[in-house]
């Protein structure tokens, strides 16, 4: 079977811009997240998305065991944010701004928020895909971060 290597699929993909999204779920009033890139609408009708999390992520047993998830598009000012819930700490919530709503963390100042119903896992190399029904969303006017050639970046922005 051909392949590209390592180096070249990774060096492709990051000239591809993609919002900076956190993951969360709550169980016992404890919130998890993951900052993903991979995250984007699958349907309308009914709408769907997807959100692709890697196998060893803190999040993935809870989103299976509660059966749902919220998806936290980051506003500009939360690269900080972004880095903190992609690291490997316990407590990556410790001193992020967040609410409960639809029973899920809500991370405080991001530009759009989605609830989600798990509806399918899927597999996908290193990574799970989930995709979600949307049962509750919102958004607000602040300008998205996305992250482009391995910097966080804004659109408009000089």
Same mark, same amino acid.
């Given at each position: 079977m051909r392949s590209v290597s390592l180096e070249e699929? $990774?060096?492709?993909?990051?000239?591809?811009p993609a919002p900076v999204s956190v993951i969360s779920a709550l169980r016992d009033g404890i919130a998890y997240g993951t900052t993903v890139s991979s995250f984007c609408s699958l349907s309308a009708q009914p709408p769907l998305v997807l959100a692709a999390l890697d196998h060893g992520s803190r999040t993935?047993?809870?989103?299976?065991?509660? &059966?749902?998830?919220?998806?936290?598009v980051l506003s500009s000012t939360q690269e900080e944010v972004a880095r903190l819930c992609a690291? /490997?700490?316990?407590? /990556?919530? @410790?001193?992020?701004p967040w609410a409960e @709503?639809? &029973?899920?963390?809500?991370?405080?100042s991001i530009t759009s928020?989605? @609830?989600?119903?798990?509806?399918?896992?899927?597999?996908?190399?290193?990574?799970?895909?989930?995709?979600?029904?949307?049962?509750a969303c919102d958004r607000t006017e602040l300008?998205?971060?996305?992250?482009?050639? $391995?910097?966080?970046?804004?659109? &408009?922005a000089v």
């Open positions: 699929f $990774r060096e492709t993909l990051s000239s591809v993935l047993p809870v989103v299976r065991e509660t &059966g749902r998830f919220g998806v936290n690291g /490997k700490s316990d407590d /990556k919530f @410790a001193g992020v @709503a639809d &029973g899920l963390p809500r991370i405080d928020w989605l @609830a989600c119903e798990l509806e399918e896992e899927l597999p996908g190399g290193d990574h799970v895909i989930l995709t979600g029904l949307v049962v300008p998205p971060l996305v992250h482009h050639r $391995r910097t966080f970046w804004t659109p &408009g």
